[in-house]
């Protein structure tokens, strides 16, 4: 059964950075296209980025461009998400997913069959 586990959440203040990981278990990994959504209480949960299983291709929100960047070790099983220069409203939960179908609709949560438990994170003023 393969899982998500994610880690690296905590709390920062404006202007720093963190590095959230995301591991999965299972041998086909590299065959998986893997997102990064987050919600915030009270509010749905947004698309933040995705990665493609075959070219790599990214994609981010408008209001991440340029501030976090997604990568993946295949190798290790592990999508990461590096977010640089946080700003308060960057506060929330982050979940990773996983998408095993190929979908086309990367920046929609329904587009992927598998979520990790999330990771809170929370960026002081």
């Known amino acids: 059964q393969v899982q998500l586990v994610e880690s690296g959440g905590g709390l920062v203040q404006a202007g720093g950075s963190l590095r959230l990981s995301c591991a999965a278990s299972g041998r086909t990994f590299s065959s998986y296209s893997m997102g990064w959504f987050r919600q915030a209480p009270g509010k749905e949960r947004d698309f933040v980025t995705f990665?493609?299983?075959?070219?790599?291709?990214?994609d981010y929100a408008d209001s991440v461009k340029g501030r976090f960047t997604i990568s993946r070790d295949n190798a290790k099983n592990t999508v990461y998400l590096q977010m640089n220069s946080l700003k308060p409203e960057d506060t929330a939960v982050y979940y990773c997913?996983?998408?095993?179908?190929?979908?086309?609709?990367?920046?929609?949560?329904?587009?992927?069959?598998?979520w990790g438990q999330g990771t809170q994170v929370t960026v002081s003023s």
């Open positions: 997913a996983a998408d095993r179908y190929y979908s086309a609709e990367l920046q929609k949560p329904e587009s992927y069959d598998l």
């Open positions: 990665i493609s299983w075959s070219s790599g291709a990214t």
